[in-house]
């Protein structure tokens, strides 16, 4: 038994809720898409602040949500309610994900309609509080401090909105609270951290540098777009390697800001030991199959695995088909190297690995763990052959 704590930000024009008329529109779009999650939800209070306004909601007397929009287009909720061990949460993480890109992603809202009010969302955390002394096993924020872990940017060079994704590149000194090391520049694809400066032993993990030989090998990189995976390996001496990137933006992006990870591999795109391919790798692995096209080593460095709580929907399929797609130019003493999860998504972790069971032909592979500075938590890599014992 606890009490659950849901944080949640908005942001939006701050001339949508710049006086009276456009904040009640803005109060009622709100309200729209929390109906669909707190189907009895009432509106039981609201008032005008000198720097925005407040609404307070209620459902049945036991969820308690208030809303204070800030005149500079900030929008904050926070949702308190008290859930038994046997009940579902009020928002599931799925439900979390879609947060992230409109307000609370109500099926009764259309798309077009959250894109014409330029409501935008982020999910802080969940918070659960005030368990019973006989249920706590440990202080939940785990620091000495006391504090939650805060990352400190300093500088925010360029952000960059493109097709595939919302490209945004930060430079940071220290991390707040926590480690107090210098990790400097860090990328971000769709407000995710993809890599910072600090992060050489999350590209060696990948990669498995010092156990993998790539002297004399023929590799493909699925992805890879900031070029650290790719100028890592060229410093092992393989044959050939080409690297099937979608995003032109997001490598001029990463050779502008990040080429101390990079070199000059995403500016000098064809060498005589590798090649930089913009284009849908789905599109060039189905060429690879039909030609009989094999390589030594497979990288997948495209998306992490999901967070769901099922294994379906379209990043899921996406994933299944590139494995498949993969192994199907793999040499038979070929190897599949990919990247999973944070260690604190077992859940994930375990989906992915029942995908991989599923295989055919039938695979089998281990797995690897590191600290990754920037992500601040040990993160787990998969390493994945054919299991010829079948």
């Not at 060079?157 to 919302?166: F, P």
């Amino acid at each position: 038994m606890s009490a659950q704590t849901i944080l949640l930000d908005l942001s939006i024009e701050p001339s949508r809720i710049s006086d009276e008329m456009a904040q009640k529109e803005v109060v009622k779009l709100l309200e729209k898409g929390l109906l669909e999650h707190f189907p009895k939800l009432k509106l039981i209070f609201e008032t005008t602040t000198a720097d925005g306004y407040l609404c307070l909601f209620s459902e049945n007397q036991t969820v308690s949500l208030n809303a204070r929009f800030y005149n500079h287009g900030i929008i904050t909720i926070n949702i308190e309610y008290f859930k038994d061990e046997s009940q579902q949460p009020a928002i599931t993480f799925d439900v979390s994900i879609l947060i992230e890109i409109g307000p609370l992603f109500a099926p009764s809202i259309e798309q077009t309609e959250l894109v014409q009010n330029k409501i935008f969302g982020k999910v802080l955390a969940k918070d659960v509080r005030g368990r019973t002394f006989e249920t706590s096993t440990a202080d939940k924020t785990w620091f000495t401090s006391g504090c939650l872990p805060h990352k400190f940017m300093i500088e925010f060079w360029s952000t960059i909105s493109i097709k595939y994704c919302l490209i945004a590149i930060r430079h940071s000194k220290r991390f707040k609270l926590f480690i107090q090391k210098v990790w400097a520049t860090c990328w971000f694809l769709t407000n995710y951290k993809d890599i910072a400066e600090s992060d050489l032993i999350y590209t060696e993990t990948l990669m498995q540098r010092g156990i993998e030989n790539y002297d004399g090998k023929d590799i493909c990189i699925l992805g890879g777009g900031d070029g650290a995976l790719l100028y890592e390996l060229l410093k092992e001496n393989p044959k050939f390697v080409t690297m099937l990137e979608i995003d032109e933006m997001v490598m001029q992006a990463c050779n502008k800001y990040m080429n101390t990870i990079c070199g000059d591999v995403l500016e000098i795109r064809k060498s005589d030991n590798y090649e930089i391919i913009v284009d849908d790798c789905m599109i060039y692995l189905d060429k690879y199959v039909k030609e009989g096209k094999k390589f030594d080593y497979v990288f997948g460095d495209l998306t992490d695995i999901p967070i769901s709580d099922t294994p379906t929907g379209e990043m899921w399929n996406f994933i299944h088909s590139i494995l498949e797609h993969s192994f199907k130019i793999l040499k038979p003493t070929g190897k599949y190297l990919t990247h999973g999860n944070g260690a604190n998504c077992p859940e994930s972790l375990a989906m992915f690995e029942q995908q991989l069971i599923k295989l055919e032909p039938k695979v089998k592979f281990t797995k690897s763990k590191a600290f990754v500075p920037s992500f601040m938590e040990d993160w787990v890599f998969y390493q994945i052959t054919f299991d010829n014992s079948c």
